[in-house]
């Protein structure tokens, strides 16, 4: 197996993304390929702790390896990754990384699951003062029946009949209803979210749900400040973190949560969660489009 590891912060375009590149069947954790949150949320205003919580939820659809006697195995892989990790990792360095098991022998899921939280750990926290772990579960086939498809809990923005002008981030567009009394928990979804990536250009369909407690948040601007990030380039992560940081600096509610579930690609999806406050994550747990 590759011992080589990735310079330290490449930036996404020296990633395999968007690229050619041979898919490996024998396992190799130097494919995993970190990117930097800093730059990103430095971006935003974000340069020391940020005021959220949270974590990226991943599905894995796509991987298999070989039992001691050659015969394939299948799962599916859920993956907890708390957003107090230094690093992403890009989505089709994960894929060819989880490619890379389909001919490698293994003793049991169990041996799997070990190598694939071990490896994302190294990558993730990579420099980290004080590395943590990530959460890894397997589902094996017997256990398929039991996903669950569920639509994000919430009022639908949907139906509002908004015109839209801004196919780039329009915090402007956020604004309270001053003079109303505060809501508490409010959750409010819309299916309207797409972003592209900001390696290939190709599009990122995603849900959204906004749950907050505080001034009342005008729901055509939000409706409408949604749909602005249309045209916008950014990972998952940071689209999440930039609709949190916005609704947080404008709207100033006392508690904000923003949940997006993205529509998987090539066997993966990425269900970024951010919070004001400390919680369990939500339970993973697909919609429809994915």
């Given at each position: 197996?590759?011992?080589?590891?990735?310079?330290?912060?490449?930036s996404?375009?020296?990633?395999?993304?968007?690229?050619?590149?041979?898919?490996?069947?024998?396992?190799?954790?130097?494919?995993?390929?970190?990117?930097?949150?800093?730059?990103?949320?430095?971006?935003?205003?974000?340069?020391a702790?940020?005021?959220?919580?949270?974590?990226?939820?991943?599905?894995?659809?796509?991987?298999?390896?070989?039992?001691?006697?050659?015969?394939?195995?299948?799962?599916?892989a859920?993956?907890?990754?708390?957003?107090?990790?230094?690093?992403?990792?890009?989505?089709?360095?994960?894929?060819l990384?989880?490619?890379?098991?389909?001919q490698?022998?293994?003793?049991d899921?169990?041996?799997?699951?070990?190598?694939?939280?071990?490896?994302?750990?190294?990558?993730?926290?990579r420099?980290?003062?004080?590395?943590?772990?990530?959460?890894?579960?397997?589902?094996?086939?017997?256990?398929?029946?039991?996903?669950?498809?569920?639509?994000?809990?919430?009022?639908?923005?949907?139906?509002?009949?908004?015109?839209?002008?801004?196919?780039?981030?329009?915090?402007?567009?956020?604004?309270?209803?001053?003079?109303?009394?505060?809501?508490h928990?409010?959750?409010?979804t819309?299916?309207?979210?797409?972003?592209?990536?900001?390696v290939?250009?190709?599009?990122?369909?995603?849900?959204?749900?906004?749950?907050?407690?505080?001034?009342?948040?005008?729901?055509?601007?939000?409706?409408?400040?949604?749909?602005?990030?249309?045209?916008?380039?950014?990972?998952?992560?940071?689209?999440?973190?930039?609709?949190?940081?916005?609704?947080?600096?404008?709207c100033?509610?006392?508690?904000?949560?923003?949940?997006?579930?993205?529509?998987?690609?090539?066997?993966?999806?990425?269900?970024?969660?951010?919070?004001?406050?400390?919680?369990?994550?939500?339970?993973?747990?697909?919609?429809?489009r994915?």
């Amino acid at each position: 197996m590759s011992i080589n590891a990735p310079s330290p912060d490449p930036s996404p375009q020296h990633s395999p993304l968007g690229k050619a590149v041979a898919y490996a069947d024998q396992y190799d954790p130097a494919l995993l390929f970190p990117i930097a949150r800093a730059a990103q949320r430095a971006e935003l205003g974000i340069t020391a702790a940020p005021p959220f919580f949270g974590a990226d939820l991943w599905t894995a659809y796509e991987l298999s390896w070989l039992n001691l006697r050659g015969k394939p195995q299948v799962a599916l892989a859920h993956l907890t990754v708390p957003c107090e990790t230094p690093h992403i990792v890009e989505s089709k360095s994960l894929k060819l990384y989880l490619g890379s098991f389909s001919q490698t022998r293994f003793a049991d899921a169990a041996e799997v699951q070990s190598r694939i939280r071990a490896d994302l750990a190294a990558a993730l926290w990579r420099g980290a003062a004080a590395p943590g772990s990530i959460g890894v579960k397997l589902l094996l086939p017997e256990q398929f029946d039991q996903q669950a498809i569920h639509e994000l809990d919430g009022l639908n923005l949907d139906r509002l009949d908004v015109e839209c002008t801004h196919y780039q981030p329009a915090p402007e567009l956020l604004t309270v209803q001053q003079d109303a009394p505060p809501v508490h928990g409010e959750v409010l979804t819309s299916r309207l979210l797409k972003s592209n990536c900001p390696v290939t250009g190709q599009p990122d369909w995603g849900s959204v749900q906004v749950r907050y407690s505080g001034a009342p948040i005008h729901q055509e601007g939000l409706l409408r400040y949604l749909v602005s990030f249309r045209q916008h380039s950014g990972f998952h992560e940071h689209c999440v973190e930039r609709i949190f940081m916005d609704l947080w600096t404008r709207c100033r509610p006392t508690q904000l949560t923003v949940y997006a579930r993205y529509t998987r690609r090539g066997g993966l999806d990425i269900n970024p969660w951010r919070t004001s406050h400390p919680q369990q994550p939500p339970a993973n747990v697909r919609t429809a489009r994915q």
